[in-house]
């Protein structure tokens, strides 16, 4: 099982048994905001959102990690990676619940992703989006480093979309977690 270690998270593979915790988070309607449909999910939602990520685990050998608070040894979110079929690109992506915004932890945990991505993975470039008016995943995109490249309309939704290739990383990380 592939688990990585930031300062204060471990990341770990999702895993059947997670669904209260992301059924509590993904009940969330701040949460769910600026999601492609952005109203909270229910348990069965969830249930096939997590059934999704399950599988993607299972056909590309990567997906999305449960985020584990550390200090509490609790599920928070999930992050992690995403192969987006309607673009032929990676995405990373990122969500925690409410109560841990603010903290720096979705930099935390994302710049530890794009490392796997691109020195685990070997990927050459690694992508996001969000929407327009996601302030706060947009800093995180910009704070680990990836760079404005254009906007897209994706699933009817127009969407900022972020890129960050192999050089870019090393120059903005130096090798080095922030
Ligand atoms: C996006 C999200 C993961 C950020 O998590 P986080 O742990 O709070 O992120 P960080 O603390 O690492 O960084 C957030 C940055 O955004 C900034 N920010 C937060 N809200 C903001 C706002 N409304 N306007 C502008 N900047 C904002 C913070 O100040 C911080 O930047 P700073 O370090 O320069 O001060 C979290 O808000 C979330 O889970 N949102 C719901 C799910 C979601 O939208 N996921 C992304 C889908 S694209």
Redesign the pocket.
């Known amino acids: 099982m592939t688990v990585i270690e930031t300062p204060r998270t471990w990341l770990r593979p999702l895993v059947t048994a997670d669904l209260d915790d992301l059924a509590q988070i993904y009940g969330d309607p701040e949460?769910m905001?600026?999601?492609l449909i952005s109203q909270p999910a229910c348990r069965k939602q969830t249930q096939e959102m997590l059934e999704s990520y399950l599988a993607h685990w299972k056909q590309h050998g990567f997906g999305r990690w449960a985020t584990i608070y550390k200090p509490q040894k609790r599920l928070i979110?999930h992050c992690g990676l995403e192969y987006l079929a309607i673009l032929d690109e990676i995405e990373v992506?990122?969500?925690?619940a409410r109560e841990?915004?603010?903290?720096?932890?979705?930099?935390?945990s994302t710049v530890a992703v794009l490392r796997y991505g691109f020195e685990t993975l070997q990927y050459e470039r690694l992508v996001?989006?969000?929407?327009p008016e996601?302030?706060?995943?947009r800093?995180?995109m910009e704070?680990t480093g990836m760079q404005y490249e254009k906007n897209v309309q994706l699933y009817g939704v127009e969407w900022v979309f972020y890129t960050i290739n192999r050089h870019q990383w090393k120059q903005s990380h130096n090798g080095c977690d922030l």
Do not use: D, F, I
């Open positions: 949460v905001k600026y999601r979110g992506n990122y969500l925690l841990y915004w603010g903290q720096g932890l979705a930099t935390e996001a989006l969000a929407k996601n302030l706060a995943s800093r995180v704070k």
